[in-house]
Structures are given as structure tokens and as C-alpha cells.
């Protein structure tokens, strides 16, 4: 079992940063892809980024590319994802994930934190 506990989040104005972190614990040897998702009401969890963390090669979803970023710190068994120049429509519970296969499918995470929520306003 891998426990992932997040960190981050709250309300923002338009323009504004966030930085989140997501610790995982617990049998974590094997879960060594780990990504954010975000789901906003009545829609579906949304790819945003993730890492290997084993290679550090991160992947992004286009939207997310040139605002956010996804970084890891393997002593602390740590990711993070900094979000710049958030809009209104980055309003979502964001979750982190960790798992086995090289996805941007929610269904192929193991592993899920416990979600933290942005609002951002305009």
C-alpha cells in the first residue's frame, strides 16, 4: 500500500500561484509514476502532469504546459506541482496519484491523495 498525503491549495485571484505537495508513504518502491489530476464539478479528472520518478521525465497535458510545473524531491519522497497564472477556470479539486504505467488515464493509478481544493476568483 502507498499512502500519498497532499498539501497546498486555497483561494486565488486571476494571475495568481499555488504550490501544492503530495507525500508519499508507505510500500513505494514499485509506484514510480506519479502524477497531479484535477476534477472540477460534473466533470471528469483531468490529466494535468507527471513525473517519473525514477528518470525525472515529466509529461504534461496541453493546457497545462507553460503555466504549471511538476517537480520531485526523492529524498523527501515528495512531488510538487507549481501552478502560475491561474485562471478561473483552474477552479477543481486537484489530486495526486501514483502508479505503474505510462498513462494520463485516471483508471491507471494505483494510488490517490485525498484531494485539496483551488478556487480561483475573478
Known amino acids: 500500500q502507498v499512502q500519498l498525503t497532499e498539501s497546498g491549495g486555497g483561494l486565488v485571484q486571476t494571475g495568481g500561484s499555488l504550490r501544492f505537495s503530495c507525500q508519499a508513504s508507505?510500500?513505494?518502491?514499485?509506484?514510480?509514476?506519479r502524477g497531479w489530476f484535477r476534477q472540477a464539478p460534473g466533470k471528469e479528472r483531468e490529466f494535468i502532469a507527471r513525473?517519473?520518478?525514477?528518470?525525472?521525465?515529466?509529461v504534461y497535458a496541453d493546457n497545462a504546459k507553460g503555466r504549471f510545473t511538476i517537480s520531485k524531491d526523492n529524498a523527501r519522497n515528495t512531488i510538487y506541482l507549481e501552478m502560475n497564472s491561474l485562471k478561473p477556470e483552474d477552479t477543481a479539486a486537484y489530486y495526486c496519484a501514483a502508479g505503474r504505467k505510462l498513462s494520463v488515464r485516471p483508471d491507471d493509478y494505483d494510488y490517490w491523495g485525498q484531494g485539496t481544493q483551488v478556487t480561483v476568483s475573478s
Open positions: 513525473v517519473d520518478y525514477n528518470s525525472g521525465e515529466s
Open positions: 508507505g510500500h513505494t518502491f514499485g509506484s514510480y509514476l
